[in-house]
């Protein structure tokens, strides 16, 4: 079975600062990781995904992440924030076969503080 | 492209009564999903369809919910009777088959049971 952590649930962040956000993935074959974004009152947006190749993946407003195999992890990051980033973010895995479709973790909110 | 639409955005109805929820995937796109997102969680899949056979219905409490997905293309998720813990926003998204293609959200169906 597959499975998704995330380690925070909130993280607040002052503007135009750096900011991580950590995703923990749990499977037993190959896997394919994405980052959704939800604004409020909004359905999810791709942000990124990791499906093969490359381990650091670039994706839109300047999100970028890295998948780490040995670590089973696929941490968000972007280097300045804005405040239009507020928001919750989503990480997903579907594996293998993709017998048992998408699993996402409780999602992370966010905070961008002036 | 039109993206994947959901109806209503809104609905409020009292414990016991029925509700159904709509939703029109992107066209083309084979694989359909209703996901359940409770306030403050990441989405947590429902039922997965490829055309119209449910492939992974597992999570989908039989008891008062269903969904059909006639002619492979737009859904309906019903529940009869709502209870109030049913109160949460379910999600629509849709893909082009095969386990690494990004999944398209609609922008979801917010229920309040009273």
């Known amino acids: 079975a597959q499975s998704v952590t995330q380690l925070d649930s909130q993280v607040p962040v002052f503007e135009e600062a750096p900011v991580e956000l950590r995703c923990n993935y749990s499977s037993s074959v190959s896997v394919y990781l994405f980052w959704y974004v939800q604004y409020p009152n909004q359905g999810l947006q791709l942000l990124l995904k990791y499906l093969s190749g490359s381990t650091l993946v670039k994706g839109i407003n300047g999100f970028e992440a890295e998948f780490n195999k040995s670590q089973t992890s696929f941490h968000l990051r972007k280097p300045s924030v804005h405040i239009s980033d507020t928001a919750e973010y989503f990480c997903?895995?579907?594996?293998?076969?993709?017998?048992?479709?998408?699993?996402f973790g409780k999602g992370t909110h966010l905070i961008i503080q002036p | 492209e039109a993206g994947v639409v959901q109806s209503p955005r809104y609905k409020i109805i009292e414990k016991k009564q029925p509700v159904a929820f709509w939703c029109n995937p992107i066209s083309g796109h084979n694989t359909l999903y209703w996901y359940l997102q409770n306030l403050g969680q990441g989405p947590e899949l429902l039922i997965r369809?490829?055309?119209?056979?449910?492939?992974?219905d597992s999570q989908l409490p039989k008891d008062r919910f269903s969904a059909e997905r006639l002619k492979g293309v737009d859904s309906t998720l019903k529940i009869q009777p709502a209870e109030l813990g049913d109160s949460a926003v379910y999600l629509c998204?849709?893909?082009?088959?095969?386990?690494?293609?990004?999944?398209?959200f609609g922008q979801g169906t917010r229920l309040t049971v009273v």
């Open positions: 998204a849709s893909s082009r088959s095969g386990v690494n293609t990004e999944a398209f």
């Open positions: 369809y490829e055309n119209e056979e449910a492939v992974d």
């Open positions: 997903a895995v579907i594996s293998g076969g993709g017998a048992d479709g998408l699993t």
